[in-house]
């Protein structure tokens, strides 16, 4: 019972951390590693095939492994970052909720680059 429950919620926070790599309001690599913390106490062969997808590999595998991000792939994440919170941003309906964006893409800025560490190569 318990392993089907965190099977399950493994998938439904993978597919959340999917949605989010559309939709700038869902955080992608928080969901992401909910599944690999799922995965890891309900099933090695999800777990293992978790860490084989591209979106593993690209959002959560340097961070999950060394706590680290390098300096190049910031970038390329900051970069899809604007882009999306940019589009979200100019089609949003209310002022506020422009604002609420805007201040939400400076934290995720600040984070990224003075909070998580760069990966040393």
Same mark, same amino acid.
């Given at each position: ?31 992401? +590693?909910?599944?690999? !913390? ?6 090695? $062969?999800?777990?293992?095939?978790? @860490? %084989?997808? &591209? +979106?593993?590999?690209? !959002? ?6 060394? $706590?680290?991000?390098?300096?190049? @792939? %910031?970038? &390329? ?20 909720? &422009? ?20 990966? &040393?190569?």
């Amino acid at each position: 019972m318990k392993n089907l429950l965190f099977t399950s919620l493994g998938f439904v926070s993978f597919a959340l951390g999917a949605i989010g790599v559309l939709l700038p309001i869902l955080p992608t690599t928080p969901f992401l +590693l909910l599944s690999g !913390y799922c995965f890891a106490r309900s099933s090695k $062969k999800f777990e293992i095939w978790l @860490r %084989k997808t &591209k +979106l593993y590999k690209f !959002y959560v595998a340097d961070y999950a492994e060394s $706590k680290t991000i390098s300096y190049d @792939r %910031k970038k &390329k994440i900051i970069w899809q970052i604007y882009l999306l919170m940019g589009i979200s941003i100019f089609v949003a309906p209310i002022l506020w909720a &422009k604002f609420a964006l805007f201040l939400l893409t400076l934290f995720i800025t600040y984070y990224l680059f003075r909070v998580i560490p760069d990966k &040393k190569d």
